[in-house]
C-alpha cells in the first residue's frame, strides 16, 4: 500500500519561502497523479497544486500561481512543493495526496493521503 509522508513545514515570516517534501514508500509514484492540498483552521480542503503522471496537466490554485511550484523525483520517490513570496493566508496543515489515474484537484479525487505538516505564515 502507498503510504505518504510530508515534512518541511514550519513558521516562516511573510515573504519567506519553504519546500515541502513527500516522501512515498510502499509503492513507486511513477503512474500517480501527485497533489498538495491544504486546510486552514474553520475551512474546508483546498487543491493548492496537482500534476498528472506524465505532466501534461499541472493545475495550481489561482491565490498561489506564480509563487508555488510542484515537482516530483521519481529517483527519491518524493513530491516536492516549492512555496515562495509567502502570505499569512498561506497558513494551514498541507496534505500530499496521489491517486492512480487522475480526475482533476480535488480532495474526493484522490485515495492516498499523507497525515499533513503545518505551515505557519506570521511576522
Known amino acids: 500500500q502507498l503510504q505518504l509522508v510530508e515534512s518541511g513545514g514550519g513558521l516562516v515570516q511573510p515573504g519567506g519561502s519553504l519546500r515541502l517534501s513527500c516522501v512515498a514508500s510502499g509503492h513507486s509514484l511513477v503512474g500517480y497523479t501527485i497533489g498538495w492540498f491544504r486546510q486552514a483552521p474553520g475551512k474546508e480542503r483546498e487543491g493548492v497544486s496537482c500534476?498528472?503522471?506524465?505532466?501534461?496537466?499541472?493545475h495550481y490554485a489561482e491565490s498561489v500561481k506564480g509563487r508555488f511550484t510542484i515537482s516530483r523525483d521519481n529517483a527519491k520517490n518524493t513530491v516536492y512543493l516549492q512555496m515562495n513570496n509567502l502570505k499569512p493566508e498561506d497558513t494551514g496543515t498541507y496534505f500530499c495526496?496521489?491517486?492512480?489515474?487522475?480526475?482533476?484537484?480535488?480532495?474526493?479525487?484522490?485515495?492516498?493521503w499523507g497525515e499533513g505538516t503545518q505551515v505557519t505564515v506570521s511576522s
Open positions: 500534476r498528472s503522471s506524465n505532466g501534461a496537466s499541472t
Open positions: 495526496a496521489a491517486d492512480w489515474g487522475f480526475s482533476g484537484c480535488l480532495p474526493n479525487d484522490y485515495d492516498y
